[in-house]
């Protein structure tokens, strides 16, 4: 009865720690320096969760305090791998990635966003990707200029 117990956690452990990839975008990994060194530092906390989980001694635990760590961590080393550092913007006269833009959206009041890359994205805290459809739709533009998204008008108000 033990080795069947033993085989039924075996598995069941060796599911729980053969965690798919986290899915890797198909947009080019453009990062600001902000956003690289935050790759850097998330690669590094993975690095060390499964640093401190490899001094588990049960092995079937260790296993099971490994498996984010380890996604996390092939996740992250090819995040920083391909990322395409791009500076701040030396012009605030057009929208490019790393500008902090303030737009309208109809009667709603004034947003104001920096769009950076897909990992650095914080809606929430004031930033989006470039690969969002709101910044799609205003790179490149110009305060002044409206266009739109999701059948709603964005006029942007400032650049900076």
Known sequence: ????????????????TLLPDRPISEHPNLVTLTGLKQLQ???DAARAA?????EI????????QQANPLRDARYFAERVHSAEMIPDPVSHEIIAFGSTVTYTRDDNPPQTYRIVGEDEADPKSGSISFASPVAR????????????VNEQDLEVISIA
Do not use: I
């Open 50 to 54: 499964y640093d401190a989980a490899n």
């Open 137 to 148: 739709a205003l790179m490149g533009k110009a305060v002044g200029d409206v266009v739109e």
């Open 57 to 64: 001694e049960d092995v079937n635990e260790k296993r099971r």
């Open 41 to 43: 530092a998330n690669l």
């Open 1 to 16: 009865m033990s080795v069947a117990f033993t085989k039924e956690e075996s598995s069941e452990t060796a599911a729980e």
